[in-house]
């Protein structure tokens, strides 16, 4: 595991971006596992930068999404459909019909995780999955549990992450309590693996996951495992490593 250390959150998304860009340049059909959060969007307007500056071309490439709430389509602007339309497809030249998020309309939660499995297995799997952090370690929403759970299946949020992400809608009750997310077993067969996490917020999570015991109880700390994993901080989510 690399752990990449930046002054800040412009330079962390920067240096994630960089990342993201080289698996681009050297693969221009690579498959990109691309997450959502406030965290990754800094990341998502450098690449949209790079495109508009003709250094990147995304119309080779495939995407999939770690996750999507149960229930909201992808008209709902709190979707994560709606998110990546637009922070990133809408303004670079991927084909929309080569972009994958999870059918949160699917109200068969195995179907919905099996045609996901399905989907990233026709493209021959991720070349670089980019995650986040949930505040309580989770990855995707592979919320702290017993067990890693391994395939994509359906979660039952946490009340911690409930109350997290009320912060994007009008009210707590509007927040989907269920969601489709890739498993532990999907996310660490991606060949390379990119988390950035900013923050003080993030601190203590960082510590846990990257320089703590591997346990589910801290979904991240997985990682330590992953042959080809880079983390990205800014100062202040690395300031207690
Ligand atoms: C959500 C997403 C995660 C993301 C997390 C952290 O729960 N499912 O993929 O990493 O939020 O979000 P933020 O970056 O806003 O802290």
């Not at 690399?2 to 690579?30: G, H």
């Not at 203590?204 to 801290?218: D, M």
Request: charged share 20%; proline share 5%; net charge negative.
């Amino acid at each position: 595991m690399r752990i990449i250390k930046t002054e800040s959150y412009d330079a962390a998304s920067r240096a994630c971006a960089n990342l993201i860009m080289a698996q681009i340049v050297t693969k221009p059909d690579c498959v990109l596992g691309l997450a959502t959060g406030s965290t990754p969007i800094g990341t998502y307007e450098n690449l949209v930068r790079m495109y508009k500056d003709g250094d990147i071309s995304f119309a080779a490439v495939n995407s999939v999404n770690l996750d999507e709430y149960k229930g909201l389509s992808p008209e709902n602007d709190q979707s994560y459909r709606y998110f990546m339309n637009d922070h990133l497809f809408s303004h670079v030249d991927i084909d929309i019909k080569k972009t994958n998020v999870p059918n949160g309309l699917e109200p068969d939660a195995n179907k919905a995780c099996e045609d996901y499995e399905e989907i990233i297995k026709k493209l021959g799997g991720i070349d670089l999955q980019l995650l986040g952090l949930g505040p309580n370690g989770h990855i995707g929403f592979n919320e702290p549990c017993d067990e890693f759970v391994k395939k994509t299946h359906c979660v039952d949020l946490t009340q911690s992450t409930i109350e997290a992400n009320s912060r994007f809608f009008a009210s707590m009750d509007e927040v989907p309590k269920q969601a489709y997310t890739m498993g532990i077993q999907t996310i660490m067969n991606a060949r390379k693996v990119v988390l950035i996490a900013t923050g003080k917020n993030k601190a203590e999570t960082v510590k846990k996951a990257f320089f703590g015991p591997i346990t589910p109880s801290v979904p991240a700390s997985i990682l330590q495992l992953h042959p080809d994993c880079t983390v990205v901080l800014d100062a202040d989510a690395a300031s207690l490593v």
